[in-house]
């Protein structure tokens, strides 16, 4: 059976697999944080409460991997298949649903950033993830050994710290990072591998040690974004990556992997909408601004407005799923599932 990144297949999960789409949706709030705009909340505050979202897209990239290497090992190409032209028709779709707002900026749609990238901000995970994908399946099929693919993959990590975060040491131009961020899906795909496959890394797969990777690695990015800050005169909150965010991450990702839960509503919640959420808050974020809410609102209701956002995208694609399910299924690049009844969710007895 093949097992999609983004599935809404009749499938059986098991209780793991329930707990990492609650961390699914969990995460897709926390995404939200890190696109809303704060006003003038204090800077220091503000920094870390950005650093604290930094967790979601490393997160949904190394859940990827984890369950791409899970279908690679039944079926290569099939899965890579499936997979890739999922990944590739929600790109499309999202794409053609921002480019309204992407025509009224102004900008020049034919540039190639914006069709290899996407033409909204938030579109070049999808990209990334393309790559991501055609980086695993190749290595799967070449048998590249675990620690070529580590070597690779921290090069990549230290090259897109370098161009963010660290550019004062490499003098980086300004959208190097933007460049750089399109295959950040591969090491953090590839983690999402090696807990599945490596002995050596599942060993660590205790609750224990990812609540102290997570709790280091968030303090390791207050002490890196304050330090460039008194020393280089970065604003903290302008951070996208530092060297906490990796262990922050992987942290979370474990805990998701090892920690138990009985909340089957919020399990499916997770599965069926996070997806849906990460692509399309940033049209509720864009109505919001039209407003000027930053002037409606004050300090700790702006701190709120990420809520705000969250549940609204959650409700309206509940509504979606319900009354417009077939609207909803092409909005999140589902054709397959277009003439099929709705999936349910078995829970196995095991």
């Not at 090992?73 to 790109?91: A, C, G, M, R």
């Not at 990812?210 to 390791?220: H, P």
């Not at 990460?278 to 930053?294: S, V």
């Not at 549940?311 to 092409?330: E, P, S, V």
């Amino acid at each position: 059976m093949i097992i999609e990144l983004f599935s809404f297949k009749k499938m059986q999960i098991t209780s793991r697999n329930n707990n990492i789409d609650i961390f699914r949706l969990i995460a897709s709030y926390f995404i939200v944080i890190l696109h809303m705009d704060y006003g003038s909340v204090n800077e220091l505050f503000l920094g870390c409460y950005r650093f604290a979202g930094r967790w979601g897209v490393p997160f949904f990239f190394m859940i990827s991997g984890y369950y791409f290497q899970r279908s690679l090992e039944k079926s290569p190409s099939i899965s890579f298949k499936n997979n890739f032209s999922k990944i590739l028709n929600i790109f499309i779709i999202a794409n053609l649903v921002y480019l309204p707002l992407f025509l009224i900026s102004g900008d020049n749609i034919l540039q190639l950033k914006y069709i290899i990238k996407g033409n909204y901000f938030h579109l070049w995970f999808l990209s990334s993830l393309l790559i991501g994908l055609s980086f695993l399946y190749i290595t799967f099929k070449l048998r590249i050994k675990s620690i070529f693919l580590i070597i690779s993959c921290s090069l990549i990590l230290l090259l897109a710290i370098l161009s963010d975060s660290y550019s004062f040491i490499i003098k980086s131009y300004p959208d190097q990072y933007g460049s750089v961020r399109s295959i950040l899906s591969i090491p953090f795909m590839t983690i999402g591998t090696l807990f599945f496959k490596s002995s050596n890394f599942k060993r660590y797969l205790k609750p224990k040690f990812g609540i102290t990777l997570l709790i280091l690695g968030y303090l390791l990015q207050i002490f890196e974004g304050y330090s460039i800050y008194t020393f280089f005169n970065r604003p903290i909150q302008d951070h996208q990556l530092v060297v906490g965010t990796i262990f922050y991450s992987a942290g979370i990702f474990i805990l998701a992997l090892t920690l138990k839960f009985n909340n089957d509503k919020l399990g499916k919640w997770g599965k069926e909408y996070s997806l849906f959420i990460y692509l399309y808050h940033p049209i509720l974020i864009y109505i919001l601004k039209e407003i000027n809410y930053t002037s409606l609102f004050k300090n700790w209701l702006l701190i709120l407005s990420p809520m705000i956002i969250f549940m609204a995208t959650l409700f309206i694609g509940i509504l979606f799923d319900k009354y417009f399910n077939r609207f909803f299924l092409i909005l999140t690049g589902s054709f397959s599932q277009i003439n099929k009844k709705k999936p349910e969710i078995i829970v196995p007895t095991r």
